[in-house]
């Protein structure tokens, strides 16, 4: 069965503090790894994908990582408005109608306070 | 703006009751899902629609019953549901199932079984 942890549950920072939010899996063949960030009262909003270890993707403050094990996603000097809930899922490969096949973690609940 | 709207947007109904949740993307995707997100649980699968064929039923209740009339509609028709159904649940698309990691979301539905 497949498998996703986050971590930390929850994690604040200063404003300019940077740190990395952690995503750790076990999944019977990868297709796609995806961080996504939810807002209070929002739906989730995609962010990236990565599909293979060693691969990075960058957008703004955030980068997110990959090894045959666990995502990070990092932030370098956050500001107030990265506030949010960052979720990360796995997709395992699979048949077609099945491709579907999304296990979300819990997610991370960051706080940056100014 | 995601391109995925749902209606309404809050939704309280007494456990006899009938109501039914609305889905809308204008995005052009052939696949689109209904979620449920509980507090302090991670986002679950509940339905997926491809090309307006649903595709996987998520050992969800029959007292929860998705529609989808066309590639840009998608209904959840909902009857003698529980306080345990209480959630917020999320309406997303995608190009095509395989795809799903990379989905829109919309703002979701918060509901209140009393």
């Known amino acids: 069965e497949d498998q996703v942890t986050q971590s930390p549950e929850a994690l604040r920072l200063q404003e300019g503090e940077s740190s990395s939010l952690n995503c750790s899996y076990t999944v019977s063949g990868l297709r796609g790894l995806f961080w996504y960030r939810q807002d209070p009262g929002k739906g989730p909003e995609f962010l990236f994908t990565l599909y293979s270890a060693g691969e990075e993707k960058e957008k703004e403050r955030l980068k997110a990582t990959l090894t045959k094990k666990e995502s990070f996603l990092h932030i370098t000097a956050p500001k107030p408005e990265d506030s949010a809930t960052y979720l990360c899922a796995v997709q395992a490969w699979g048949e077609e109608t099945s491709g579907s096949r999304l296990t979300f973690g819990e997610g991370t609940q960051l706080t940056v306070n100014p | ?114």
Do not use: I
């Open chain 2, 1 to 114: 703006e995601t391109g995925v709207t749902q209606t309404p947007r809050h939704l309280v109904m007494g456990m006899t009751n009938k109501k039914s949740l609305k889905c809308e993307q204008h995005l052009g995707h052939n696949a689109m899902y209904w979620y449920k997100q509980s507090a302090k649980k991670p986002l679950e699968l509940m339905f997926v629609y491809s090309l307006e064929e649903r595709v996987e039923n998520n050992s969800v209740p029959s007292r929860f019953s998705p529609e989808c009339p066309n590639s840009s509609h998608l209904f959840l028709h909902l009857h003698t549901l529980q306080p345990e159904d209480s959630a917020l649940y999320l309406c997303a698309s995608s190009h095509t199932s395989s795809l799903a990691g990379e989905a829109f979301f919309g703002q979701g539905t918060r509901l209140t079984v009393v």
